[in-house]
């Protein structure tokens, strides 16, 4: 790691650390290495991370919507929005008491046969967001879909092969 990578990542977690609860490293979590190849973390998202997307998260209750459903045998929930699916994916973090994180993606229901999945990362990294609870990984779907609020504008939606368009 150059001494330019290591300040920029400082500078990154001194600028977020108001909306993350922690960084773990990519290979504490049992990720594809196809998800994100250039991530070096997750970031787990917290309550401050919800405010910056709606400040309004607080005043509605962040629990699960009728409008998501159970999507497979791995937990996954779907819904559908503007024309995408939405999904929030369980991944398990590994070491002691291996917890469930749930990191968010999206589709457009209509592109075929190569259809662009995407994953609400924060740009710098660029570094996929999670969350140790799904009702909070559904929440910031519900805020971010289509796209953050200009106030959020340090996250974005990035093919879930790694690179910011």
Request: with cysteine; hydrophobic share 40%; glycine share 4%.
């Amino acid at each position: 790691m150059t001494s330019d990578h290591a300040l920029e990542q400082w500078i990154f977690r001194l600028e977020h650390k108001d909306f993350v609860e922690e960084f773990i490293d990519r290979n504490q979590v049992h990720l594809a290495d196809t998800f994100v190849p250039s991530a070096k973390y997750v970031a787990v998202g917290n309550h401050e991370l919800l405010w910056l997307a709606d400040p309004m998260t607080f005043r509605s209750r962040t629990r699960r919507s009728r409008k998501w459903v159970n999507s497979g045998n791995n937990g996954s929930v779907q819904t559908l929005a503007d024309g995408h699916f939405l999904w929030v994916h369980p991944v398990v973090e590994t070491g002691i008491g291996s917890k469930t994180l749930w990191y968010i993606e999206r589709q457009l229901m209509w592109q075929q046969p190569r259809a662009t999945h995407e994953v609400l990362a924060f740009r710098q990294g660029p570094t996929p967001i999670v969350f140790r609870d799904s009702k909070h990984a559904m929440a910031l779907v519900k805020y971010c879909h289509p796209a953050p609020r200009d106030e959020a504008d340090c996250m974005c939606w990035i093919p879930i092969s790694g690179t910011i368009a």
